[in-house]
């Protein structure tokens, strides 16, 4: 009853929503790839351009992804400061004692950190839109050449599915067994480091008997259920291209150019 | 044809030793078999039930047919097929499907129709006839609306449907239910049921029904009751589960239905035993109008007390207006509570009944501050208040004299005052001694106790919930017994010497005894120990026989607090919230219909003396 959303999907019927997991994967590397290649503002803005666009048909509103920065503002901080006040330059604007800040280190620092969230807002972007099934089921499909390999990607695909089957279980446990245990006088939020860490092993031990003793079962169940590994194992759905997954494929193709592009000639726009 | 045949089969899990290390110094076997020469035999489309209590063998019985045990000796075939040789594992397999107790811990996928498919696809099924597998078996249980859906949403009841599907997906001739309703409510147990009758009648499927509740035995073909790895009854159900003194010993009960007959007639008025509560009405109609009555009426309203003083003091709680919003402004936005009035006055038993989902459990969280007061209350106002209603009201919330909706209360001292006992307490235990887990409140709340005085209150605590304190307390929790392990975990919580007790379900997934037992030690607990204990539950016998006072939660709100006599009397508007009534108002209603009636508290010990004033009152009129 109270769940929320694992891994923060916002539910949808958008355009974004309805492309292919796999495509949006790759999309998501690709755009990665893109965002790292950018050596200037011109390239950061052309990312941008795609990742705006791909926002607007997402139908997630602006407050759900900004949300996902929250998560890492605080690395953004940190490495702002870092990078304002460490960054070797030149012209220098404003120094006390050995700390300085350079022009130099200003252009830098904004342009990292423009990086970085051009690259959460990204990844968010992506889970936000994809459901954690579809998302398993894209990387196994992604993942077959490997088989060719002898790497297990069946069963690398199950058992992400089962944990992410298990997750909204096991963090109601968690919820249960933190209430029982504050009710017995518990106390997690106050005290030192030590403490705190010590105040954990009265939630931890049952959680782990219980994920054991779940394991068990679940395996019993799988095995009355005739689960025999891969071999012989059919598929009941099949992950199929539509023609949003090639406007998807045009789209983001077209970003790498422009970023190759910009990164070769950036003498004429300068 | 024989479904399946068990031979002299015996099982240990110590197996794996060798055959000297389990034999004494005279050469006598001394293993400890989970199955004890067991000869056992289902044939092709009966429904068999098998009884017994917890660890009496008969999940061990399950295993054995489907090959995920072997067995250490005998023979077991299913349809001919040897079920100890692996190669006729997977046939085995594909006609044998178990669906088991914890709804939880047996779907793979997180979406309706994948798990369903897992089955099939297992066994190299093309995809479009998985497709037809899944509507046919989504179909069977009476589930294909939630097809798309997300099994962790789901009821209980619907988890345990969708776990039929996914074994009848593979399209097996027997089915076995593990225990598959031991961890349901009534509502939920009555669906599973239903869908296995279903199945056994209309897909003619052979199913074994591994249960404790003597009422779902009655429903079937055959009764097999287990105890210490033996089968020592077999018969008709209703035969079987009218031997009251032999089923005690093997620490089940009679349903209740026979129990009623049973005991009347013991008491001068014999009436034959019924199965359910139709057919009971109508022996004890029967036996009525023999003894000369066809009329009556209960003018006496009398064992109905109920002490109307408002209290606001120690041991009670008084609570107004409380409203919770999980989720607040979100699409997953949903009113857990919406204004909540009551008042539990100290000493009561208070039951607090409703379905999963009516805010009962928010409720209660709410009564040791695990879940606090709203206090910025204008942010939950509801979306669609119209312009000119009255103002919200003041929420207020008051337990055992502390005052929840100020800041400043000392909740840590009121948590030590209001002990709460969630469901399945036993997965809480987590020390390496017993000692050491009943201490863990006791310390978290009064650092400063001494040594001396831990031990004597963990020592009380153990003794009254009838464990022996020198054998236990420097045992693993978890090397007790399931019945053990409870006690503790209220031990556990008892051992500050609350005020209020609380408990979630305390009797669920327990054999009969082990209920019968908890509620007794609940008591008992009122008695000695603390002044007000409040049970949260769905079983409305549960309530009916153990309660003083009781209310209703229906979609986050009070729909009514009264003595369950007077609750239990309104049986429509019971029945308009999809809840039950308890079996004694069922029969007291048919009685009424006829011309009879009574006027008992609906436990059965009032129900067997009014009915027996009846009889008395015709012999003296005749």
């Not at chain 1, 666009?53 to 996902?68: E, H, I, N, Q």
């Not at chain 2, 007077?566 to 069922?586: A, W």
Request: charged share 25%; glycine share 8%; hydrophobic share 45%.
């Amino acid at each position: 009853m109270r769940e929320v959303a694992f891994g923060q999907y916002y539910p949808a019927k958008s355009f974004v929503h309805k492309c292919d997991p796999r495509i949006k994967i790759l999309f998501l590397i690709v755009y990665i790839v893109a965002v790292f290649l950018s050596k200037n503002f011109y390239a950061l803005g052309a990312c941008a351009g795609v990742f705006l666009l791909v926002a607007l048909f997402s139908g997630v509103p602006f407050k759900s992804l900004l949300r996902s920065v929250k998560a890492i503002l605080f690395l953004l901080i940190f490495m702002t400061v870092l990078n304002l006040f460490f960054h070797t330059g030149e012209t220098v604007l404003w120094r006390w004692k050995f700390i300085k800040i350079t022009k130099e280190g200003l252009y830098h620092t904004a342009f990292l950190s423009a990086r970085l969230f051009l690259l959460v807002l990204g990844s968010s972007l992506l889970t936000l839109t994809t459901t954690p099934v579809s998302l398993a089921d894209g990387i196994e499909s992604l993942l077959t050449p490997l088989k060719w390999i002898r790497f297990p990607v069946h069963e690398l695909a199950l058992i992400m599915s089962i944990a992410l089957r298990f997750i909204p279980i096991l963090t109601d446990e968690t919820g249960r067994i933190m209430n029982a245990q504050k009710a017995r006088g518990a106390d997690f939020e106050t005290g030192g480091f030590f403490k705190r860490v010590k105040a954990v092993i009265p939630i931890l031990i049952p959680l782990l008997i219980s994920a054991f003793r779940r394991s068990e079962e679940l395996g019993d169940a799988m095995d009355a259920r005739c689960y025999a590994g891969s071999k012989m194992r059919t598929k009941y759905k099949k992950l199929t291209l539509t023609w949003r997954d090639v406007i998807a494929f045009f789209v983001v193709g077209g970003l790498l150019a422009g970023v190759i592009l910009l990164r070769m000639h950036t003498a004429w726009l300068v | 044809m024989e479904a399946v045949k068990f031979e002299q089969v015996r099982f240990s899990y110590e197996s794996e030793n060798t055959n000297d290390a389990n034999q004494d110094v005279f050469g006598m076997d001394k293993t400890d078999y989970a199955l004890d020469g067991v000869d056992f035999t289902v044939q092709e489309g009966e429904f068999v039930a098998v009884l017994g209590h917890n660890g009496s063998g008969k999940s061990t019985l399950a295993r054995l047919t489907n090959g995920l045990l072997k067995p250490s000796s005998g023979g077991i075939t299913v349809f001919g097929l040897d079920a100890t040789n692996d190669k006729n594992l997977f046939e085995i397999r594909k006609q044998v499907g178990i669906v088991f107790q914890n709804p939880d811990n047996q779907t793979v996928a997180s979406i309706v129709e994948d798990d369903v498919a897992f089955g099939p696809e297992n066994v190299g099924i093309p995809r479009e006839e998985i497709g037809k597998r899944i509507d046919f078996a989504l179909h069977a249980v009476g589930m294909q609306e939630f097809r798309h859906a997300t099994p962790s949403r789901l009821s209980g009841g619907q988890k345990q449907r969708i776990a039929i599907a996914g074994v009848l997906a593979l399209k097996p001739k027997i089915m076995i239910l593990d225990e598959a309703t031991a961890m349901l409510d009534p509502r939920g147990r009555k669906e599973v049921i239903d869908v296995v009758l279903k199945l056994n009648k209309e897909e003619k499927i052979t199913v074994i029904l591994i249960t404790h509740f003597p009422e779902e035995a009655m429903l079937a073909d055959r009764a097999v009751v287990m105890s210490d790895g033996k089968i020592v009854l077999e018969g008709k159900p209703s035969e079987i589960l009218s031997q009251g003194e032999a089923l005690k010993q093997y620490a089940l009960t009679s349903p209740k239905s026979i129990r009623i007959c049973r005991e009347l007639t013991e008491r001068g008025l014999p009436v034959s035993d019924g199965m359910d509560a139709e057919s009971v009405a109508e022996n004890i109609l029967t036996a009525l109008r023999s003894a000369g009555v066809t009329a009556w009426k209960d003018t006496e309203t009398g064992a109905d007390v109920d002490n109307e003083a408002p209290c606001d003091g120690k041991g009670g709680v008084v609570c107004e207006n409380l409203s919770y919003v999980y989720n607040a402004k979100s699409p997953f936005e949903t009113y857990a509570l919406n204004g909540v009035d009551l008042q539990i006055h100290s000493g009561d038993f208070f039951g607090i009944i409703g379905h999963t989902g009516s805010g009962k459990s928010t409720f209660v969280q709410h009564l040791n501050a695990l879940l606090k007061v709203p206090t910025a209350q204008k942010k939950y106002k509801p979306k669609k208040q119209k312009k000119g209603a009255p103002p919200p009201q003041k929420t207020v919330l008051t337990v055992d004299g502390y005052d929840l909706t100020d800041k400043t209360t000392d909740f840590r001292e009121l948590r030590s005052k209001v002990g709460m006992v969630f469901q399945y307490p036993e997965y809480q235990l987590f020390a390496e001694t017993v000692f050491q887990d009943v201490a863990f409140g006791l310390k978290n709340f009064r650092a400063e106790a001494k040594e001396e005085e831990t031990k004597l209150a963990v020592k009380e605590a153990l003794e009254t919930v009838g464990l022996d304190y020198e054998e236990i307390k420097d045992k693993s929790p978890f090397e007790l017994s399931g019945g053990q392990k409870r006690r503790v975990a209220i031990a556990g919580v008892i051992v500050t010497k609350p005020e209020i007790l609380v408990l979630d379900e305390p009797a669920a997934g327990l054999d009969p005894l082990g209920k019968e037992e908890i509620m007794s030690l609940l008591h008992k607990i009122h008695a000695e120990w603390c002044k007000t204990v409040v049970i949260v539950s769905h079983d409305m016998d549960e309530i009916a026989e153990n309660c003083n006072r009781a209310t209703i939660f229906a979609d986050g709100k009070v729909l009514r607090l009264d003595t369950p006599k007077r609750l239990f009397s309104d049986v429509e508007k019971m029945v308009s919230v999809g809840l039950d009534v308890p079996f004694t108002t069922k029969v007291c209603q048919i009685l009424q219909a006829n011309g009879i009636e009574i006027a008992c508290d609906y436990t059965t010990a009032d129900f067997v003396e009014k009915t027996l004033l009846v009889a008395k009152g015709g012999r003296t009129n005749a």
